[in-house]
Every structure is written in C-alpha cells, then in structure tokens.
C-alpha cells in the first residue's frame, strides 16, 4: 500500500471508541503499509496520562504482547497529552506538541483530528484548533466527526455552522460507519457495473425497494442516549438514508467523491417531504414489551418507566422524480428484533403477462423476480428468478443465483473504521455523509417527528424476537405488497 503521511490527534482518545475500533483500524493500516514511519498520534482526553500508560492501554486495546516486535514499533508512534476540550489555554500545550512531532517524524504539517467526543464539543474543539494555530501547518488539516450530527436540522445547522468557521466543507468527514461497509459499497458496482441491473433500475420494472436493518439486541448500555434519540434518529436519519439515496441517485459523471454526492443530493432533494397526514399514513413507531427471558424497553435500566421513545421504525418513502415515480421505497430498522441483519430487497414487477398459469395449466403463479443485497452479516447476492420444474409436465418454480463472499476473504475484508482511517488519509470523502446529504435527511426526519411529537403512541406494541409491530406489516400490506422478508 502507499505510505500515508499525517499527526493524528484524538480527542476522547481513552473513550470507548478510540480503544475498541479506532487504534485497532490504525494497526490494521500499519500492518498493510499505509501507515508506516511517517505517522504520530496524541491521544487526548481529561485522564492523567503518561506516554508510557498510554502506550499500554493502546497494547491492551490491541490485544498484543510486548514480545510482538511489529505491534510495539506501532505503538511507538503514541503519544499523550491530558487535555480539557474547554480550556482555550492549553490549545498551545497540544499545538507545541503537534510541532514537535511534526518535526520528529517528518509528517509534513499533515494533521487529522479525530473529535471522539459528544458532539457538544465538536464546534468548541474546532473553534479553538484554528483560533490556537493548530491548524496553520503548511500540511492538510481534516477534521472527523462521530454521530449523532444534530438531533433536527435546526441544531445539525447550528452545529455545522460553528464547524464552517474553522474548516471548509471538504476538510470535514462525517462519519457513517455504514458507508464503510464492504457491501454498501457494492450497491455501486451491481448497479452500475451491469447492464442487466441499471436498464431495469427504474419504475417500469421495479415494484417496490425495501431496506432492513434489523438489530437483535435491546438498548444495551446506550439506553440513556437511545432514550433521547429514537430509532428515527439513530438509524433513518442517517444510515438509511444514506443506503436509500444510493439506490436511488442516478449514474455519476465519474466515481468521484464530488459527483457521487451530487447525485445522492439530487435523489434526496426529489425525496418527498410528508405533510402532517402523509406523515402519519406512510410511517409507524414501535416500543418493544417484555419476552420470554427479556424485559420491556421500559424496565431497562436508565429508561424511564413511562418513555415513548421508539425502538422501531417502518415507513415508505417516495421519490417524484422520473426514475421512481409511483415505486415506493419501504424501509424498517428496530431493536429486538428477530435476528441480526441488514438487507435490501428489491421486487421487481410481475411479467405483464403470466402464460403458464392459465387454468388449463394448473400452474402456480410466477412469483416476481427479487435482487436481495445482503449486507451483513453475510455478505453477498440473490437473484431470484423463475424456471422450470425438472421433468414431463410444465410447471414453473423460483430459483436463486446466489454469490456470497467466501469466509477467507471477509476476514480481509477492511473494518468500516479501517477503510475510513484509510479514506481520510487520502482526502476521499465518498463515504462520508456531506453536509448536503445531512441537512435533506433531516428535512424529511424533522417532519415525521413533529407529527410523532404530537401524538401519543400505544406502547409497548411489539414483542422481542419479531420483526416489529402489525402496523409494520400493515403499512405494506395496504399497499396490497408484502414484506419479502418475513417470519
Ligand atoms: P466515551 O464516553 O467512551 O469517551 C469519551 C471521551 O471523551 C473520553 O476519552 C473522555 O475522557 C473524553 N472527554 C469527555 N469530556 C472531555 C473534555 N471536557 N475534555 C477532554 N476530553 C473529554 O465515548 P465513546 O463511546 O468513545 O464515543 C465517542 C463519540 O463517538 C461520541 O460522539 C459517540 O456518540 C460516538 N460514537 C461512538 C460509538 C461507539 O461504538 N462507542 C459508535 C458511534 C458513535
């Protein structure tokens, strides 16, 4: 791989995040060669930290000993500072620091600060970075930001104005891990890698296109997070959006970070904005109660006994443009769930005309053709297509063409947060939400919200272990469809 050259400066560097994705991502580079003898890191937070205690929570985080010549080289490279995001002052202190590195491992003023953070800090750190000098190194300066970026567009607004007063909009990568993910990324290549797929990849063939992201797991320790945010907010405004917009966006000019995000923005600006009754037609909430060996949402710990915050959401949404007009997008994602998966299923319509099943026949109906991209756990495809039965007689049976990644080569295949890590490195913003992308999901997020916020829901009103509330299933089925998923 080509070396990378650059400082990286953690922010909430002995956070949850940092130990567990963020410096095993960076080690995954190390040992592939993209970092090498050019790269530095200070790690920052409020814990007192020597270098030396950093380091050996880094190894620890890493799972290796000190015997492991190559890991400890790696580790060489950490350094610590105990720094307050809110003391404009001691700016100077990591400043100094980063220089000095700068100097120690010829990084060319290239910096990376990694803001781990709540995303109350984000506009603080951003603001001080610059006012302190941090950021006037003759290298590049980007700046990665975690979610939740906002909870309405009102504060991702405010939010991102504070950062556009230190960095330009192609300095800041947003991160969303499902952009990171392998598959995802293939939703670009099936498309527009094969005529067979994008001549098809429209309302004359497609009846509906339905995106899963099922969890199996309750609030875990995120409750009082998750209690504040909402399924809508935590997994619709950003993930699905992002998944949804990339099925939808037309080709391109090139596969390039800019023209790829023109095309997202273009599919999200023509993504129709709910009214008030729309909005409560064509989305339904959910709460999951009590099961066999699991408690409510409402009895987890942290969760107040009375809370409406929802742990599931199914919707469908509609895109008035050319391309989709009149083929709904539907879209689900909850806690609790049956298993654990993210999938997208696309149905494609029946042939006009079914000769096989005329009554002289005593044929089943054809069943419609299905693309389903299944994105994880297991990587891969499914084409579902109709053949014939083997032997006398004319019946007609579904098959499936099937390709999925093969056990070897998902265990190359990159961490979100290694790809990323990588991404930033080389200045490529494909896989990032851009402020563009955000503020049209919020727009559309904001709306459901509202009329959420108005009217107290019926909850709990699904059991763990299904795929959701009847509303969920009714949704779909008064559109005279089906979830193709199902139990
Ligand atoms: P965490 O609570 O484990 O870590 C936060 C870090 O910030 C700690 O190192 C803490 O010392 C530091 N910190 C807090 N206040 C500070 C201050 N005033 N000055 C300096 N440092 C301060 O959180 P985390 O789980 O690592 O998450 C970090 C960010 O990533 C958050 O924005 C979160 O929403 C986001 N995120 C985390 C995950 C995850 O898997 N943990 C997933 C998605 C997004």
Known sequence: ATERTSLFIFFGGTGDLAYRKLYPSMFNLYKKGTLREHFAVIGTSRNKLTDQGFQDEVRKSLGTAKSDKEAEKFISHFFYEAHDVTDKEHYSVLRDRADELDKQFKLQGNRIFYLSLAPSFFGTVAG??????????????????????????????????????????????????????????????????NTLVESLWNNRYIDNIQVTLSEKLGVEERASYYDNSGALRDMVQNHIMQIVSLLAMEQPVSFTDVDIRAEKVKALRSLRVYNVADASTNFVRGQYGAGDSQRAYRDEDNVPHDSTNETFVAGKLLFDNYRWSGTPFYIRTGKMLADKFTRVDVVFKKPLIDIFSFPQNHNAPLEANVLTMFIEPKAGFSLRLNAKTNGQGFQTMPINLDYFVDDKDSKDTPEPYERLLHDTLKGDGTNFASWSEVSYAWRFVDQIRKVWDLQQPEFPNYTPGSMGPAAADELIQRDHRQWFYRL
Do not use: C, W
């Open 128 to 193: 001080y970075l610059k006012e302190t000098g941090l950021t006037d190194s003759k290298g590049t300066d980007r700046l990665i930001i975690e979610k939740p970026f906002g909870r309405d567009f009102d504060s991702a607004k405010q939010l991102n104005d504070a950062l556009s007063k230190s960095f330009e909009e192609n300095q800041i990568f947003r991160i969303d891990h499902y952009l990171g993910k392998e598959m995802i990324q293939n939703i670009e290549a099936v498309r527009f890698g």
